[in-house]
């Protein structure tokens, strides 16, 4: 029976197709229609607005050299947004539950603020493995820590990111099964738990949401530090 909760986490198929597929395809239905004006209706202004709040808060710890990075940070938080709420909906699969891919997503980008720093400024990049005013006996062991905890950073990245999930669509799966279970025996005490999943999916989607923007948020301090 254990087993069956995590039966969530692979994605399902109808008549070979699987169903993420074509959820991945709804935000497109969300994308304004070409027209001779900018903007053209409520939803493009709702649209434009958001992305605009997204690549704001998103800048705001990076200098104008970093702004380069704009397009790829806000696509990759629209990304995320997207495949997170999507993965609340029935019958669809959450990506971002597998470490996998919120490693893919982590360890390349992470590498590039590396490499951007070591290339662009390396005695201030390989600075920051060794505070200033370290007593000489704790160099050695302030190093070896500094640069583990840099090593760990992608990692962290993507557990933080697939755990925060996977524990959320976990506990919506108990307590509906509760619910389920508990609806012909005690049809009051089901009441109760069938409000508790209401509240519970509010909250998933905002920590949906929340994880997204922590995920990017991260990359860009991690940015602003190596430029």
């Known amino acids: 029976m254990s087993l069956s909760f995590f039966d969530q986490f692979s994605s ?23 027209e001779h004006r900018w903007i053209n209706n409520r939803l493009s202004t709702i649209q434009l ?9 998103l800048m705001a710890p990076l200098n104008k050299t970093g702004h380069k990075w704009a397009l790829l940070l806000s696509s990759l938080i629209l990304l995320l947004l997207s495949i997170n709420l999507l993965g609340l909906l029935p019958y669809t699969f959450t990506p971002t539950t597998q470490l996998s891919m919120n490693m893919a997503l982590a360890l390349p980008l992470w590498l590039a603020t590396l490499l951007i720093g070591l290339r662009n400024q390396p005695s201030a990049s390989l600075g920051h493995l060794l ?11 302030l190093i070896l820590i500094e640069t583990t905890s840099l090593l760990i950073r ?11 999930l996977t524990a959320g669509h976990l506990l919506i799966q108990l307590i509906s099964t509760a619910t389920i279970t508990l609806l012909p025996m005690m049809p009051s005490i ?35 530090e190596n430029i």
């Open 190 to 224: 089901s009441i109760l738990t069938a409000l508790i999943l209401f509240l519970l999916t509010i909250l998933e989607v905002a920590v949906a949401m929340i994880q997204a923007y922590v995920f990017v948020l991260l990359l860009s301090l991690y940015l602003q």
């Open 49 to 57: 607005w958001f992305t605009h709040l997204i690549t704001k808060q």
């Open 154 to 164: 992608p990692l962290a990245l993507g557990v933080r990111l697939t755990a925060n």
């Open 131 to 141: 505070p200033e005013g370290t007593p000489t006996p704790l160099i050695p062991a």
């Open 12 to 34: 399902p198929h109808l008549l070979g197709i699987p169903l993420i597929t074509l959820s991945l395809l709804f935000p497109a239905l969300l994308l304004p229609s070409p």
